[in-house]
């Protein structure tokens, strides 16, 4: 009768309960997470003194922390996106704290993917972006490991960033599998994930990547698109400029 009585309360429980409960699981799994994070990062200092085969174990660790950290962070956006969250007004933000936030765990899961990641973004580090923080920090990280993902061995990842007097818009570039048009839409969706999954035009990548990518981007007050440069796939996230 209990489990009755447990099916029937989980069924009638509302978006606003499951986006609350979820909301709490993110929050409990985040603190331990800090905790180790933290912990490597002090770590890290006595790298070099290791043998190659502790050092690939730290390296390992640190990759599946940060790993488990951002799974947290789609958490967390789906709890937000379920209990319709009220709106966060954008504020001037620096493009460079937001860039910095993201690209040391980025270029360690490229070398962990065997993937090259190029930076061409210096031209924008001194100009401000109206934007919601940490959502800007979250869909561009989100963007990044997706491409780095789903990247081939050896392939390169394009990171990137142009400037005009309204917006300032970020790009990234891989040589992994087209996200057609037809398919965008869903894969930017909550409920497509799982259908997704087995679809490599899906894009699909850990922690609902792009799922959180483009939730993240509406939190932030960004725009995002997917795109075809040449042959290879792109994202762009743009923000106001903000001295527009």
Same mark, same amino acid.
């Given at each position: 009768?209990? #489990?009755? $009585?447990n099916? *029937? =309360?989980?069924?009638?429980? #509302?978006?606003?309960?499951?986006?609350?409960?979820?909301?709490?699981?993110?929050?409990?799994? $985040?603190?331990?997470?800090?905790?180790?994070?933290? %912990?490597?990062?002090?770590?890290?200092?006595?790298?070099?003194s290791? %043998?190659?085969?502790? *050092?690939?174990?730290?390296?390992d660790?640190?990759?599946?922390?940060?790993?488990?950290?951002?799974? #947290?962070?789609?958490?967390?956006?789906?709890?937000?996106?379920?209990?319709?969250?009220?709106?966060?007004?954008?504020?001037?933000?620096s493009?460079?704290? &937001?860039?910095? @936030?993201?690209?040391? =765990?980025?270029?360690?899961a490229?070398?962990?993917?065997?993937?090259?990641?190029? #930076?061409?973004? +210096?031209? &924008? @580090?001194? $100009?401000?972006?109206?934007?919601?923080?940490?959502?800007? !920090?979250?869909?561009?990280?989100?963007?990044?490991? %997706?491409?780095?993902?789903?990247?081939?061995s $050896?392939?390169?990842?394009?990171? =990137?960033?142009?400037?005009?007097?309204? =917006?300032?818009?970020?790009?990234?570039? +891989?040589?992994?599998?087209?996200?057609?048009t037809?398919?965008?839409?869903?894969a930017?969706?909550?409920?497509?994930q799982?259908?997704?999954?087995?679809?490599?035009?899906g894009? /699909? !990548?850990?922690?609902?990547?792009? /799922?959180?990518?483009?939730a993240?981007? *509406?939190?932030?007050?960004?725009?995002?698109?997917?795109?075809? &440069?040449?042959?290879? %796939? @792109?994202?762009?996230?743009?923000?106001?400029?903000?001295? !527009?």
């Amino acid at each position: 009768m209990s #489990t009755l $009585r447990n099916l *029937r =309360q989980a069924t009638e429980a #509302t978006p606003e309960d499951v986006g609350a409960l979820t909301g709490l699981l993110a929050h409990d799994l $985040r603190n331990p997470l800090a905790a180790m994070l933290s %912990n490597l990062s002090f770590m890290s200092a006595e790298v070099d003194s290791l %043998n190659d085969e502790l *050092r690939e174990v730290f390296e390992d660790l640190l990759l599946s922390v940060e790993s488990m950290t951002r799974i #947290t962070d789609s958490l967390e956006v789906f709890g937000r996106e379920m209990s319709a969250a009220p709106v966060e007004l954008p504020q001037a933000v620096s493009a460079s704290s &937001v860039v910095d @936030a993201i690209l040391p =765990q980025a270029k360690r899961a490229a070398g962990s993917h065997g993937v090259t990641l190029m #930076t061409a973004w +210096d031209s &924008v @580090a001194q $100009r401000e972006i109206r934007a919601v923080e940490p959502h800007a !920090s979250r869909a561009l990280s989100a963007l990044l490991h %997706n491409s780095i993902a789903l990247s081939p061995s $050896r392939g390169e990842v394009l990171f =990137q960033a142009r400037a005009d007097a309204q =917006q300032i818009v970020f790009s990234i570039l +891989d040589s992994g599998p087209i996200l057609s048009t037809e398919i965008a839409p869903r894969a930017f969706s909550a409920l497509e994930q799982v259908g997704l999954k087995t679809n490599p035009e899906g894009r /699909y !990548s850990r922690g609902l990547g792009l /799922y959180v990518a483009g939730a993240s981007a *509406r939190a932030a007050g960004g725009e995002l698109r997917a795109l075809t &440069v040449g042959d290879r %796939n @792109a994202f762009e996230l743009s923000f106001r400029s903000a001295s !527009s």
